[in-house]
């Protein structure tokens, strides 16, 4: 950009032929910088079935250097056939992504099934369960799978039965909210919910409902200045719409 103006554009990542789909969900595709790394999240596209290979880009969290260059520390590099992006994987459809929280770690919000919404802190070549382990079912309401926790894969920071649609995250890192500093503010679209969670040692200790019944919660973010902002999206509401969270004054 220049000017304001779309001057030039690279592509620095591309699945294979092989792996596209025609399907019209869990896409992912949050993006986010962090710890000098490009991060983005890449649904299941509706095939879970692939979630847990490594030679798919799908369910996956990928780690490129700024330029598209793949990290000599990712940890499948090494791995036959495997996609060298691949950080972490195991999700369903990350819906949210953002830095910070009391650790300054990096944060995802996931879509579940009927249930089972999480949030977790990827890490480094860690499996996150899906479709193996999940706190939720089907949408029919029969069993997905048996189980909710399995060796070798991580469980959720946190999670939600019933489902609250998670979508955007941010972490509030702000003098503008003290008392909110380096929580979690988590949109949800089905329950009209935007959330406030508070993680203390790595588990979620206080889970607040800030706004509720005015529109499906698309997103949240925290602009410099510390104002937060939420965006709605719901025609049976209105058109969309962006809030603007004020702290109260004295």
Known sequence: ????CWEDEEIIFQSKTEHETNKEYHFGSRIEFWDGYLFFSVGDRGEPENVQDLSWPSGKIHRLQYDGRIPKDNPFIDVENAYPSIFSYGHRNPQGLTVGGPDGAFYISEHGPRGGD???????GKNYGWPIITHGMNYDGTLMTPFTEKEGMEQPM????PSIATAGITSVQSE???EWEEDILVSGL????????RFINGEAVEDEVLIKGIGRVRDVTQSKGGDIFVVMNDDTFGPSSV???????E
């Open 176 to 178: 503008t909210f003290p």
């Open 158 to 161: 946190k999670y939600w039965v």
């Open 1 to 4: 950009m220049k000017n304001g």
């Open 190 to 197: 089905q329950s009209q919910e935007l959330h406030r969670v």
């Open 243 to 249: 809030y603007r969270i004020l702290p109260i004054s």
């Open 118 to 124: 999480e949030i977790n802190r990827p890490e480094k």
